[in-house]
């Protein structure tokens, strides 16, 4: 399968892609290109474009290279197929190069930034790729389920459809579950003046509500003062930071930390996911107008591990397996987080073993900057696209380790597909699934 | 307006509960709730195992329920809280629990004289606005941002009026929602509709819309500006002339716009949460000036003083002279009026409230844990364990203050002179 992916893969069937081409003209194409490159792009993108010797020294930066060593996949080899034919053809592109340029934009790359470091000019290949994207947006030639997952972002302010009755009825339903297990335990709802307000991703209540509850046995257990809002603005997650739609970001980050003003809360503490956090952390806020985010966010892998050291959670038996980790992109790479990572896999499970490149040099999931959210159309490209991680876990299950642990929603379904397909046969957990199975926990 | 002339403003500290006892007669206290006269005070208990009710200074409620939440008094003290029956929701008022049901209910909203009550319900998968015991007469698939007129005698919400399949993005872009006022539905639909806006003489609403997925504008009673902008925040109505203003952006900047027409000849990073005084002269906005630095504007003027976290909590004074707000730097919060930052900093502040003359502002605040006020830039020097937004009595020479003190667990209301504060 050498060459193969790239040419292949614009054979894959997408009615987000194809009725979106279906629209365009070359006018438009132009004088949208033409807007966006004016009004939105400067300096950066003309000296990431000129200073690019073609070296590919970040070719073996890139999963999706190294999977299927394709230099279409290389990272510069998605910037000249992409972003370079438009700068030099000044938007005179044809539909079917959009079609092809959108397919590349959002699901063989996952901004993931392991390029920019290995490029000797630290050229941000995914800058390039996210202005890709913007013209896609702009032209309406967007994946069919990133795109429904982005407008569900705009009617509900949350990624999954959830309305604004069944949110709270999922928390009073997981509150209801704990208290058969801790009596006195309470998911605080609303609750102003609390310490800080527990921020989630749309998935957890529609999907993995357990997450809730897990997260809530460990806050009371630890004595914590916090809460989760009634209201929309209660989702972190951002497929619009993806899709390209920068002004629906915005409103959804609005949203987001407006809660946490309302609430009054010192902090927002955030679930385990590394986009989200690119989001809240980094993007969105900006994009407000913030410098850093208005009220300070806390990553979960922050949160616990300061939990841990503080003495405020206690392990009662250690977790047996021997576990792995993998470090999410955006956490890591985005906010150097790896070694709270490991400390809490230190303190919680008898056995970590490495994979090796680690930390900050980890190989992506694939699944992350959107990718997996452009669904099923894509999911054997993006498996395929990434037998270089199931050969990094093939690594470390030979030398025992048994479950991985993946502090992201996002690499957990990338990685969930991949030990699948790859028939690695590992368990998959969070850092909260280990700490909840592994705590003291008060008694009934 | 709530009528506070009827309050006991007599000098002087009343125990109304010691709420600490609560925990010995229940499983479970949750977190007290005083009404705003201070007179009361309530918190949703447990009184036994899967049981819910509701102890009002002491008194527990004749009702006990599956589950009660979001226990709010009204602005007149009347006390409300959302209560489930064997799986069937409604509001509870003063005990007295409405007549229809539904399988849930959110949002309780008070006219701001406290007499009509609203709150949002869904039934069998549809949705509408419940006021004072009544539903709408339609009810709709979906609705959100669910909205209430000063009066309370209108209500409103984003609703959806076209059906589409799971996944249908090409159906969504049509155009799908709405705006339904007291249940009834605009005659045009858009992409999206998110903050409404009732005039200050509650007959008409304006919406914040997207027409597409890339322009956006304001409607008013139904009808988009003709203009289109990359943004839109909420809309306002002066109480002037009827015409709605609402942040507008376009070049990446942000400004004020009136009837879709640029307002204000100054562009910034950022503009939100603009507010009109009570008199309709004045507009002042939440504002970044520059990248990380916010202010508040008026009428297109921003403060010298900038914060660089954030500001909120944006206030004007009863007369419309004065403007207050939050600010925060540095992860310290304080509050400034009138482009000048009172001095101290604290580990959080509330909105400030102003007498009805004007004349003076309070503000609570919080540091290390523990709970005090800010008077006209001075800081109480009582700490407590809990406190409640200060009110001014109506001559604005008193101040009702609701509190917890420190290491103490009995729930006190004091009426002091402002003369005597310090
Ligand atoms: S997936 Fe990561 S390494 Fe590959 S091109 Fe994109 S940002 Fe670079
Ligand atoms: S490493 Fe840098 S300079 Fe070399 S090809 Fe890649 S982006 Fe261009
Ligand atoms: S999903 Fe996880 S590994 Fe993959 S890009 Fe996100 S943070 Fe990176």
């Not at chain 2, 009172?342 to 503000?363: R, Y």
Request: glycine letters at 8%.
């Amino acid at each position: 399968m050498t060459e193969s992916v790239s040419k292949e893969s614009s054979l894959i069937a997408d009615e987000g892609l194809d009725k979106g081409l279906a629209r365009l003209t070359s006018e438009k194409i132009e004088k949208t290109i033409k807007t966006i490159l004016t009004n939105e792009t400067g300096a950066r993108l003309k000296t990431y474009v000129s200073t690019c010797v073609h070296c590919g020294l970040c070719s073996d930066a890139c999963h999706v290279y190294l999977s299927n060593r394709d230099p279409a996949c290389s990272p510069v080899g998605k910037i000249k197929q992409t972003i370079w034919e438009i700068v030099k053809k000044k938007g005179k592109v044809d539909a079917q190069f959009i079609r092809r340029a959108s397919e590349i934009a959002y699901t063989e790359c996952n901004l993931c930034r392991r390029c920019a470091m290995y490029c000797p000019f630290g050229i941000d290949i995914s800058y390039m790729i996210l202005i890709v994207r913007r013209i896609c947006h702009k032209l309406g030639v967007t994946p069919h389920y990133l795109q429904d997952t982005a407008q569900s972002h705009s009617a509900t302010l949350n990624q999954m459809w959830v309305k604004d009755d069944e949110w709270v009825d999922t928390l009073q339903w997981q509150e209801e579950e704990a208290q058969d297990e801790i009596g006195d335990l309470r998911i605080p709802i609303d609750q102003e003046g609390a310490d800080f307000f527990y921020s989630v991703i749309a998935p957890e209540p529609k999907f993995r509500a357990q997450l809730i509850y897990q997260a809530a046995v460990i806050f009371h257990s630890a004595g914590v003062s916090w809460t989760m809002p009634a209201t929309p603005g209660w989702d972190n997650s951002d497929m619009c930071m993806f899709s390209g739609d920068n002004e629906m970001m915005g409103r959804l980050k609005k949203a987001h930390f407006e809660t946490a003003m309302r609430l009054k809360v010192k902090k927002i503490v955030m679930g385990e996911c590394g986009h989200a956090f690119r989001s809240v952390y980094d993007v969105g806020n900006r994009w407000l107008g913030f410098r850093e985010p208005p009220i300070p966010i806390i990553h979960s892998i922050q949160f616990f591990y300061e939990l841990l050291k503080e003495g405020r959670i206690k392990i009662a038996k250690k977790y047996a397996k021997t576990v792995t980790l993998h470090d999410p992109c955006n956490t890591v790479r985005g906010a150097g987080l790896h070694e709270m990572i490991r400390m809490i896999a230190h303190e919680t499970c008898e056995k970590v073993i490495e994979m090796h490149p680690n930390r900050e040099h980890n190989y992506c999931c694939n699944a992350g900057g959107g990718v997996i959210n452009c669904g099923p159309p894509f999911k054997n490209k993006r498996v395929e696209n990434n037998s270089i991680k199931a050969d990094q876990l093939r690594n470390v299950k030979e030398q025992g380790a048994e479950t991985v642990i993946a502090p992201c929603h996002n690499c957990h379904g990338g990685l969930e597909d991949i030990i699948h397909t790859y028939k690695l046969d590992m368990d998959l957990k969070f850092l909260g699934d280990i700490i909840y199975e592994c705590m003291e926990k008060p008694e009934e | 307006m709530i009528n506070k002339q009827n309050w006991d403003w007599e000098n002087g500290e009343k125990e109304i509960a010691d709420i600490g006892t609560w925990k010995d007669k229940f499983l479970g206290v949750e977190e007290p709730y005083p009404s705003p006269d201070g007179e009361k005070i309530a918190a949703i208990v447990k009184p036994d195992e899967m049981e819910f009710s509701v102890c009002e200074n002491g008194t527990v409620w004749e009702e006990v329920y599956d589950k009660v939440w979001y226990l709010r008094f009204g602005p007149d003290n009347r006390l409300t809280a959302l209560v489930s029956d064997t799986a069937e929701w409604t509001l509870a008022v003063d005990q007295a629990a409405w007549a229809h049901r539904f399988d849930y209910v959110w949002d309780t909203h008070f006219s701001e004289d406290g007499r009509r009550i609203v709150i949002a319900a869904q039934k069998d998968g549809r949705y509408m606005g419940v006021t004072d015991d009544t539903p709408w007469e339609t009810d709709f698939e979906t609705m959100n941002n669910f909205s209430v007129s000063r009066d309370g005698e209108q209500t409103a919400a984003a609703v959806q009026i076209v059906s589409f399949q799971s996944g249908d993005i090409f159906k969504f872009q049509e155009g799908t929602y709405s705006v339904a006022v007291n249940g009834r539905a605009w005659p045009n639909n858009f992409v999206n509709v998110w903050e409404i806006a009732f005039s200050p003489d509650n007959q008409h609403v304006a919406a914040a819309i997207r027409v597409n997925l890339y322009d956006y504008t304001i409607a008013v009673d139904g009808v988009p500006w003709r203009q289109t902008f990359n943004g839109v925040w909420e809309p306002q109505f002066s109480s002037r002339d009827s015409s709605v203003t609402a942040p507008v952006r376009t070049g990446g900047k942000w400004m004020l716009a009136k009837n879709g027409e640029v307002l204000w000849d100054r562009q910034f990073v950022q503009l939100w949460h603009h507010q009109y005084s009570p008199d309709g002269a004045t507009i002042a906005a939440i504002v970044a000036p520059e990248f990380g630095r916010w202010t508040v504007a008026v009428n297109g003027k921003p403060w010298s003083i900038t914060f660089g976290d954030l500001v909120t909590d944006m206030v004007f004074s009863p007369d419309g002279a004065k403007v207050a707000c939050v600010g925060k730097e540095k992860g310290q919060w304080s509050i400034a009026i009138d482009g000048v930052r009172w001095p101290g900093a604290f580990d959080m502040a509330w909105k400030p409230v102003f007498s009805h003359d004007g004349n003076n502002v309070a503000a609570k605040v919080e540091k290390n844990g523990q709970y005090s006020l800010v008077i006209n830039g001075k800081l109480l020097q009582k700490q407590f364990d809990m406190i409640w937004n200060p009110i001014f009595s109506p001559d604005g020479d008193k101040l009702l203050i609701r509190g917890i003190k420190s290491g103490e667990t009995k729930y006190y209301r004091q009426v002091v002179p402002l003369a005597e504060l310090f």
